[in-house]
């Protein structure tokens, strides 16, 4: 099973890859309050609050975006 900082870096690099997507749009508003990720610093922003995140919700938003 993977750990909290793989699931991390898997939805970032999901979601740097398909910003545009509806998995990425999803993920960002329930961690940003809005879906939109089209910049370097929303990224950011999305890989600071993931961290903080609990465990539970990480793997929620594994599993949206694999």
Same mark, same amino acid.
């Given at each position: !099973? ?20 509806? +998995? $990425? ?5 329930? !961690? ?13 922003e999305l ?5 903080? +995140? $609990? ?12």
């Amino acid at each position: !099973m993977y750990d909290k900082e793989k699931k991390i870096q898997e939805i970032i690099n999901f979601v740097n890859d398909h910003r545009e997507s509806m +998995a $990425s749009q999803i993920v960002g508003r329930r !961690m940003l309050g809005d879906g939109t990720l089209t910049s370097n610093e929303r990224l950011e922003e999305l890989k600071n609050a993931l961290f903080n +995140a $609990s465990e539970d919700e990480i793997d929620s938003l594994y599993y949206i975006v694999k």
